[in-house]
Every structure is written in structure tokens, then in C-alpha cells.
């Protein structure tokens, strides 16, 4: 079983939809990362998150940390082509130590 | 250039083969990483360097073998490796310190390695 579960792990949507993908783990985060990969590109910081409830926003991305600092979500809104990529998110565990654990990701394809 | 800088982007090796993967990063970070990222699975975090100093190995079969000369250079070697090897080996780097343990990491586009 992974540490850190992403779900789900294959979304296709048409153009102009809402999404939201979701990170879940049984362990407590000290703080949480979310990151875009593009094909052929390496991923990419979209935001960190740290105190429990947080929401930040980024253009038409939400994103929220639990309170019990355990799970995140990514919400997108009228999701775009340029929205496809790999969405990894990677969390620094408090039982280990704030080693940084990455999920195997949410593959969103956008189609025009 | 700036960014973190991995070559070759593509490389298709033997099993008998040697070879070396390299990461050059020009954001003045003091610390690098190889992650291993295999398809429908979690980036598995091989080998970090800090202030040019190996802090973790994560059980990593010893025909990968890291080295890293400077601070802004960062090189896998791969002896006679083996076809489940065949994966996306990705070079990060990020600025840590005591104070800043959640640092972003910066990636590279990383190598796309086939072993035959």
C-alpha cells in the first residue's frame, strides 16, 4: 500500500468542466505540495500548503488542506486543454520525520 | 541557462553496458536529489546530496552508483543494469536549511532510459 493515495488515477473531461482531484493519507503532514508534469517535462510546483484548513487559490485552481492535516484536494474550474498533465501531490510526514513522500498522481486529459 | 539541466533526455542501454546520467542546476541550491519515476507509481526518491555530501540511499542497488563533484553537479553511473530498470530518472535540487525543510524541489526534464 503507498503512503500517499491519489485518486483517481485517470480523468478525461471535455473542456469547460469542473474537477477535483484528491490526496488522502492515514499519516499527518506537516505540510503538503502539489505539483504539474507535462509530457516530456519534469513536474513542476503549483503551491505548498501548511496549516490545517488552508485554501489557496491559483487562477481557476483551489486547493484546500485538511483540518487534520491528513488529506488535500485540487479543485479545477472550466478546465482547459492546457490543464492536461500528471498532478502529483507530495507530503512532508511527520512520523518519518518530514521525509517528503510523493503520490503515483491524477493523469487529467482535457479535450477541445 | 537556467533551471536544472539533465542529459542525454534519451538513452537505450545494454545490459552490459555503462553509462552515466548528468544534472547540472544553475539556481545556486544546495541540494540535489535522483528520483526514479516508473509508470502508475509513486516518484521513488533514489539518492540525496547535501552540501555535496551523500544524507540518503535509499536502498538503491549498487549498479547505480551517484556522484556529485560540486554543488551544481550531479551524476547517476549505471553498470549492468537491468530491464526493470528501464524508467524516468528525474534530477531535482532545492535550497534546505533547518528552518525551511519544505523547500520546493526544482526538476529537471529528466532521462527517458531503456534497457535492453
Known amino acids: 500500500t503507498q503512503l500517499l493515495e491519489q485518486s483517481p488515477q485517470f480523468l478525461s473531461i471535455q473542456e469547460g468542466e469542473n474537477l477535483t482531484v484528491y490526496c488522502n493519507s492515514s499519516s499527518v503532514f506537516s505540510s503538503l505540495q502539489w505539483y504539474r508534469q507535462e509530457p516530456g517535462e519534469g513536474p513542476v510546483l503549483l503551491v505548498t500548503v501548511v496549516t490545517g484548513g488552508e485554501v489557496k487559490k491559483l487562477k481557476r485552481l483551489t486547493f484546500q488542506f485538511g483540518d487534520a492535516r491528513k488529506d488535500s484536494s485540487l479543485h479545477i474550474t472550466a478546465a482547459q486543454p492546457g490543464d492536461t498533465g500528471l498532478y502529483l501531490c507530495a507530503g512532508h510526514m511527520v512520523e518519518y520525520g518530514n521525509k517528503l513522500v510523493f503520490g503515483a498522481g491524477t493523469i487529467l486529459r482535457v479535450k477541445s | 541557462e537556467t533551471g536544472v539541466t539533465q542529459t542525454p533526455r534519451h538513452l537505450v542501454m545494454g545490459m552490459t553496458n555503462k553509462k552515466s546520467l548528468k544534472c547540472e542546476q544553475h539556481?545556486?541550491?544546495?541540494?540535489m536529489y535522483w528520483y526514479k519515476q516508473s509508470a502508475k507509481k509513486p516518484l521513488e526518491l533514489m539518492f540525496v546530496?547535501?552540501?555535496?555530501?551523500?544524507?540518503e540511499n535509499n536502498s538503491v542497488p549498487s549498479r547505480f552508483s551517484p556522484e556529485c563533484p560540486n554543488s551544481s553537479h550531479l551524476f547517476l553511473h549505471l553498470h549492468t543494469l537491468q530491464p526493470e530498470d528501464s524508467a524516468l530518472y528525474l534530477c531535482?535540487?532545492?535550497?534546505?536549511?533547518?528552518?525551511?525543510?519544505?523547500?520546493?524541489?526544482?526538476f529537471g526534464n529528466g532521462t527517458r532510459l531503456t534497457v535492453t
Open positions: 531535482a535540487s532545492s535550497q534546505v536549511s533547518a528552518s525551511s525543510y519544505n523547500s520546493p524541489l526544482h
Open positions: 539556481l545556486g541550491h544546495n541540494a
Open positions: 546530496y547535501s552540501l555535496e555530501e551523500r544524507v
